[in-house]
């Protein structure tokens, strides 16, 4: 049975920092592409960013140069560093994962069969 479980969001005031994890089990990933998604209340879930199995990271232009993906294969986890936080920041962030087949875009949804239960981040003004 596979599972993505989120941890570290919370409440942060604009400008700092916070950390999410997903930790994932059910299977080796390794070799699939990893993914943040957010959605906002009353916003569709949007792309944030993607690792892919060989390291190469992809971000949505409005969280380039103050988030970061990275991924430890050894732990089956993969991690969002988060600075510069703004109050648009605000969202529940969803971890994601594919199959180790790039089916679609990495920028899409549909790219990904497994999905965490989400992570509630507010950002305060």
């Known amino acids: 049975h596979v599972q993505l479980v989120e941890s570290g969001g919370g409440l942060v005031q604009a400008g700092g920092s916070l950390r999410l994890s997903c930790a994932a089990s059910?299977?080796?990933?390794?070799?699939?592409?990893m993914a943040w998604f957010r959605q906002a209340p009353g916003k569709e879930r949007e792309f944030v960013t993607a690792?892919?199995?060989?390291?190469?990271?992809y971000y949505a232009d409005s969280v380039k140069g103050r988030f970061t993906i990275s991924r430890d294969n050894a732990k089956n986890t993969v991690y969002l560093q988060m600075n510069s936080l703004k109050p648009e920041d605000t969202a529940v962030y969803y971890c994601a994962a594919d199959r180790g087949i790039a089916i679609a875009s990495v920028y899409t949804p549909g790219r990904y069969d497994y999905w965490g239960q989400g992570a509630q981040v507010t950002v305060s003004s």
């Open positions: 690792i892919a199995w060989n390291g190469s990271t």
């Open positions: 059910g299977r080796t990933f390794s070799r699939c592409a």
